[in-house]
């Protein structure tokens, strides 16, 4: 059993400390900073947020997505065949991406995120997980201008991004996890989503985690099970049925157990943790558990995001001692 | 006869630099309150005078009292601790002093209640629908207090409304009878991004007179839903990509109205922005909002004809 995060932490610290990076976002914004100054601040920060997920108890770490625009601009720049274009909502948020245009030919030109991963990864005391956002998602958060059909885009987006998957694999991740939240906002295109991760995992040598959020995976259960990954990752908040969901069939995968709020400032205490990594061994051995927040921590106040960490660790602390 | 194809905005302007700057020293406690609202009448002066002179029919205060997101991301996030409720008004005031500085009609700017409890933490109500309808209730007041100082437009932003759109549609619009239950002042419906024709036709249940929409961001793709069934209410004809900064010509602001009069009746039709416009610069505002008002202007002028 492991602590972990899904991807995004807070990027400004709590008032009245010094928002480094939202300074340095606003300078480069009035031409005070170059882009090479916002890195070296983005290194800082991925540092900082890197020693306070473990310092809080978090096993598996990530980067924090410092760096990261959104989820879909991150890796759409770095791809051939898209430009970034106007502003969308992502999700049911009251958070904003610019929406990625697909132009033309989709096609990975080389490695998007394996330096920040390994930046990451040398000045971490704990294993980081890279994260990538999937390709089904990729596109159903963008605009199709080339392909004039879903599947094609998707698939596009899967090949690309599988050589993404083996260069991060390459460069020493020992787990990788790819986002598909979209998923949840499309289920009837199931048989597309896999057949798009069948090209998405091929050859890829790591341990291979699939995480979905902002919802239950009613109606894709057991049928998720088929597809290639050792990890699946549920969103236990806003996916409060997923508890019944998994009664339906055996679950054969380790299991990413999203259960603190990563939505709400409302705190959790360690024993509704510990209740929940007991009522998840119903379904898979305790060895095979992934305890973290329901989605990236982005969403939340700084410090109450360093507090659910907390709440977090204690509360797998408490269930591995027994206590109630 | 009433003027046809009333120009407004939204609601939001750029705040100019002094003022951005005097918002951060206010945060570093370098600066006093009074000297900050000083600063913030002195540019919600400077922008009435510009929409005067810009042509607008009816005026906004240009929000330079409120916050900003950071890079379209960040905001503080309110989070709700116990009962809501309205201790006094909140709105009144800095309608009452925009309104004095000018003839023209300056719109009461509240937002939704759907919108503030979908945009707050929720620690203390057990479901979103008690945290709604407490809101409605509160912002229904201060609704009233605006119209009895005077206000004949108000507008009541409900940009989170699409945001699940089956699970609660219906209490989205139940929270907005209850805030313009028995107003007599015209109301207005601001509703960005997100998937419209999701919501449509069901948005046209929503209790006010007119909702202002973006339609130029998607080059005016929502009139094809708006054929059938008719778009029965007034509607806020988002002209302006609010997120660019390339000022349209007039000539475009021109036909995305002719386009729109094929479709929906030339009463209902107000003309406007996409939506606020604080993230583009002064001067890229008052050259879209320029255009935006020679463009109306000529399709006036050949309606007359």
Redesign the interface.
């Known amino acids: 059993m492991k602590t972990t995060v899904i991807g995004s932490y807070p ?2 610290p709590d ?1 009245p400390a010094p928002g480094r990076w ?1 300074a340095g ?2 300078k480069l914004q009035r031409g005070e900073i170059t882009r090479e100054d916002l890195r070296r601040v983005e290194d800082e920060v991925t540092v900082e947020v890197l020693t306070e997920m473990a310092g809080k108890g978090i096993e598996i770490v990530t980067d924090g997505q410092i760096r990261w ?2 989820g879909q601009t991150y890796f759409t720049r770095g791809l051939d065949g898209f430009s970034i274009n ?4 992502y999700f ?1 948020t ?4 610019r929406q990625p245009t697909a132009t033309g030919e989709v096609g990975w030109r080389g490695p998007i995120s394996v330096a920040d991963y390994t930046f990451a990864s040398t000045h971490s005391e704990r294993p980081v997980k890279p994260v990538v956002t999937g390709p089904f998602t990729l596109a159903v958060l963008s605009r199709d201008e080339f392909y004039g059909n879903r599947d094609q885009l998707v698939m596009a987006l899967a090949a690309a991004l599988n050589r993404e998957l083996k260069a991060l694999a390459q460069a020493g991740a020992s787990v990788i996890q790819v986002d598909e939240p979209g998923l949840l906002a499309h289920r009837d295109h199931f048989p597309l989503f896999r057949r798009a991760m069948d090209v998405l995992w091929d050859g890829v040598d790591a341990q291979r985690a699939l995480y979905t959020y902002f919802g239950h995976i009613d109606g894709l259960y057991p049928a998720l099970l088929d597809v290639p990954v050792d990890v699946l990752g549920l969103d236990f908040v806003a996916g409060a049925r997923n508890w019944d969901v998994l009664r339906k069939a055996k679950f054969t995968k380790q299991l990413g157990l999203g259960i603190v709020d990563a939505r ?3 705190m959790e205490t360690p024993a509704a943790v510990a209740d929940a990594c007991r009522r998840a061994t119903a379904f898979v051995p305790a060895s095979h558990l992934h305890v973290g927040p329901s989605a990236g921590l982005e969403f939340l ?1 700084r410090g109450v995001a360093q507090r659910k960490l907390e709440v977090l660790a204690a509360g797998v602390r408490r269930f591995h001692e027994g206590g109630a | 006869m009433a003027q046809i194809l009333l120009t407004t905005t939204v609601g939001s302007f750029p705040k100019p630099a002094s003022l951005l700057e005097a918002r951060r020293k206010h945060a570093r406690k370098q600066l006093s309150a009074e000297e900050l609202l000083t600063l913030e009448r002195r540019a919600t002066e400077d922008w009435i005078r510009r929409q005067e002179e810009i042509g607008l029919d009816i005026l906004v205060d240009g929000e330079m009292y409120r916050g900003d997101m950071v890079a379209n991301r960040y905001y503080p996030k309110p989070a709700v601790v116990r009962p809501v409720g309205r201790r006094a008004p909140i709105t009144v005031e800095w309608w009452s002093y925009a309104q004095r500085l000018t003839p023209r009609p300056v719109k009461g700017m509240l937002t939704g209640p759907y919108t503030i409890a979908e945009w707050s933490f929720n620690e203390h109500y057990p479901t979103r629908r008690e945290l709604v309808l407490e809101l409605a209730r509160a912002i229904h007041d201060e609704a009233v207090d605006l119209e009895r100082a005077g206000a004949r437009y108000i507008q009541i932003d409900e940009p989170a409304i699409h945001t699940r759109p089956d699970e609660d549609f219906d209490l989205a619009v139940e929270a907005m009878d209850i805030v313009t239950k028995g107003l007599s002042a015209y109301t207005i419906s601001h509703i960005c991004y997100g998937d419209v024709p999701r919501i449509y036709p069901a948005m046209l249940r929503l209790a006010v007179d007119q909702l202002d929409l973006a339609l130029k961001n998607e080059d005016f793709a929502l009139l094809d839903t708006f054929k059938s069934p008719r778009f029965t209410k007034d509607i806020g004809l988002g002209v302006l990509d609010a997120h660019s900064h390339r000022a349209e010509t007039p000539d475009e602001v021109a036909d995305g109205i002719r386009r729109t009069l094929k479709v929906i009746p030339l009463p209902q039709v107000f003309v406007t922005p996409d939506c606020g416009l604080k993230t583009r610069t002064t001067d890229e505002t008052v050259a879209k909002l320029t255009a935006m008002v020679e463009g109306t202007r000529r399709v006036r002028e050949e309606l007359s004809r």
């Open positions: 990027k400004i008032p939202r976002v606003e625009e959104d106007g502003l969308q909502r049911d009251n958070v904003y991406y709400n400032t409302k106040p």
